[in-house]
């Protein structure tokens, strides 16, 4: 069965209902496949190209490749979102076979290191919060003190994305079992354990204080309007401590997460109750840790390298 240029838009359009309703997947992450693939259509449309097929899609990728403007990984999941949009196809029966079939090992990324804040940097980030309470006069911005405490403390007692984080609500959150239900990417649900006392202590402060802001939403992190903080809100909350701390100024939230997780490998978690708590779909993903995880790597080095005992 041949597939025309002209067939797309039909089939994206289907295709978007079947993300949102059979795979369960978010706006943002809805938003982002149908891009990569309207973005398809304009350069067949722009190259007045008709035919969807392997050769017309491997020059597609290899221009995006040849241009340099991209970054690999983004290349790579542009290849997987056509990838997943081609077999979605071949499984409806609205074509034959995948034109993209086999053209995974020419689009490998580059493995890069996480990103990571040090112990003595996540201490130093925890703690700006406390500093900053000393000066502030007023009740109103003792209480935004307060949630944005709550909400640096559990992005690194549990390791959640920010996206992750907006999205709790307050029946998600259990203070007396300590844990909390976090939804992942596709919705996926994972529980997770809150370990240390004093961020239970501060989730309860914040809860404490945060009918005075009149809540719209059933969120746990809710604006000073009453609605559910969004990740930008986060972003900016993250800046404004990470800048009183004296960390580095390209550190996101997401350093966090990636802290979170090579200091638990350091501590001696094994990899896959990382990759569960983490919310990784493979264990692949979360081994790039061990990369950056050096303590016990610094501990074979130092007792077993042959090196230390020669006499030079």
Known sequence: MKLGNHDLNTYIKQYEIYLSVERNL??????????????????????????????????????????QTLKDSTIKRKYICFKAFFNYLVQEGDIAESP??????????????????????????????????KQLRTDFRKRINLRNDA????????????GELVGIDIEHIDLEEKTVLIFGKGRKERLLYISSNEVIFKIKAWLHERE????????????????????YSIEDIYSKYRD??????????HYLRHSFATHL??????????QEILGHTNVSTTQIYTEVSVERKKDVLSRFN???????
């Open 26 to 67: 978010s706006q943002k992450s809805i938003k982002a496949y149908l891009s990569d693939l309207n973005r398809l259509v304009e350069w067949f449309n722009d190259n007045q190209i008709y035919d969807v097929n392997r050769d017309n899609l491997r020059k597609y990728l290899e221009q995006l490749t040849s241009e």
């Open 100 to 133: 993209i079939f086999g053209f995974g090992r020419n689009f490998k990324t580059a493995k890069r290191i996480p990103k990571t804040l040090s112990v003595n940097e996540v201490e130093r980030l925890l703690n700006a919060p406390q500093e900053d309470m």
């Open 151 to 162: 909400i640096i403390e559990l992005l690194y007692v549990i390791g959640i994305r920010i």
């Open 212 to 231: 005075h802001f009149d809540p719209n939403s059933n969120a746990l992190f809710i604006n000073k309007y009453g609605d559910r903080l969004s990740i």
């Open 244 to 253: 009183l701390s004296k960390v580095s100024k390209k550190s996101t939230p």
């Open 265 to 274: 490998l350091n501590n001696g978690a094994d990899l896959r109750s990382v």
């Open 306 to 312: 042959p090196r230390n005992n020669l006499k030079v």
